[in-house]
């Protein structure tokens, strides 16, 4: 049974920073591509970032390049999402996901490719 816990979330000002942590069980987080991803209120649920399973490869949405860092620590089975010059636009639930079938491909987008996933973490963040 593999379970993803997030971790992290919180309400920021604009301009501010969170680190999300997702901790993964029940297997090891090294055989998996890990991902983020968010949903707004009455919105489809969004991709924000991903990692390879050896963190040698990432990819970001537009909207967070340059602010966001996904990282990964397989000895601890923890991926992390890092937040900066957060901006209200990314107030949402984050949820971390895990592909296991295509662990070393960095540019997979959709919800459905993703088989495990957390139970997300609120993100608010003020104007």
């Known amino acids: 049974q593999v379970q993803l816990v997030e971790s992290g979330g919180g309400l920021v000002q604009a301009g501010g920073s969170l680190r999300l942590s997702c901790v993964v069980s029940g297997r090891t987080l090294s055989t998996y591509a890990m991902g983020w991803f968010r949903q707004a209120p009455r919105k489809e649920r969004e991709f924000v970032a991903r990692i390879t399973w050896s963190g040698g490869s990432t990819y970001y949405v537009d909207s967070v390049k340059g602010r966001f860092t996904i990282s990964r620590d397989n000895a601890m089975n923890t991926v992390y999402l890092q937040m900066n010059s957060l901006k209200p636009e990314d107030t949402a639930v984050y949820y971390c996901?895990?592909?296991?079938?295509?662990?070393?491909?960095?540019?997979?987008?959709?919800?459905?490719?993703?088989?495990?996933w957390g139970q997300g973490t609120q993100v608010t963040v003020s104007s």
């Open positions: 996901a895990a592909d296991p079938r295509v662990p070393g491909v960095p540019r997979r987008l959709s919800p459905m490719m993703y088989d495990y």
